[in-house]
């Protein structure tokens, strides 16, 4: 599709489970961003990669929470030892530059920590 | 600390009517404003974006209108339709950043 791709669309894991969300950005996108949002609240930022480089990561909650983007493409967000504040939707985005460009969003992967 | 921030949490049109969602930042160093709807169950979706050195912006069925003096956003829709209805969210990227700032967002009901 022509859109920005996440997997799983709903998740959900025990507390204390390990937990990895799939981003397929729209091709050809240089920028990544994860956000997460809680039921009734405005996208919270996590971090960001240009290409490969993460360039930002202020927004991660704790040392629990991991993103990748190996080859500039695909990125994981990885959660470890889940917790039940955990439970939001973890939305991805993608820009084709960086600032200034149109940031198209992912449908979201619903993680709810039992 | 400085946020993006929305007047009314929730505003009911009828259709065909005009809406106006508004959104105050406190932020005086942002230079790029978006809008975004965001559906039930779905991701945001770009609605209509303004840089700070443009004070109106229009698009199609949708304007919007910034005031630097008082920090405030705007977002105007004509002839709302029930297809309108969703979460609308301002979002501001701070001067140099490459990240959108999310406000809370203003939940649009649109009575057919």
């Known amino acids: 599709g022509a859109g920005v791709s996440q997997s799983p669309r709903y998740k959900v894991a025990k507390r204390g489970q390990d937990v990895a969300l799939r981003c397929d950005p729209i091709?050809?996108?240089?920028?990544l961003f994860w956000y997460q949002q809680a039921l009734g609240q405005g996208p919270e930022f996590l971090t960001y990669?240009?290409?490969?480089?993460?360039?930002?990561k202020s927004g991660l909650p704790s040392d629990r929470f991991f993103a990748e983007r190996p080859e500039g493409s695909v990125s994981t967000l990885k959660i470890q030892r889940t917790q039940q504040e955990d439970s939001a939707v973890y939305l991805c985005?993608?820009?084709?530059?960086?600032?200034?460009?149109?940031?198209?969003f992912g449908e979201g992967s619903w993680l709810t920590v039992v | 600390g400085e946020s993006v921030g929305l007047h009314l949490p929730t505003l009911s049109v009828q259709e065909g009517d005009n809406s106006i969602i508004n959104c105050a930042y406190s932020n005086s160093a942002s230079d790029y404003f978006i809008w975004y709807k965001q559906e039930s169950g779905k991701g945001p979706q770009f609605i209509i974006d303004?840089?700070?050195?443009?004070d109106k912006r229009q698009g199609q069925r949708v304007t919007v209108l910034l005031n630097k003096t008082v920090k405030h956003l705007s977002l105007q829709i004509a002839a709302t339709q029930p297809g309108d209805s969703a979460v609308y969210f301002c979002?501001?990227?701070?001067?140099?950043?490459?990240?959108?700032?999310f406000g809370r967002g203003t939940s649009l009901i649109v009575h057919p």
């Open positions: 990669f240009q290409n490969e480089a993460q360039l930002d």
């Open positions: 091709s050809g996108h240089v920028s």
């Open positions: 303004i840089r700070s050195n443009m």
């Open positions: 985005a993608s820009s084709l530059e960086s600032s200034g460009n149109t940031i198209y």
């Open positions: 979002a501001e990227n701070k001067g140099g950043s490459y990240i959108p700032t």
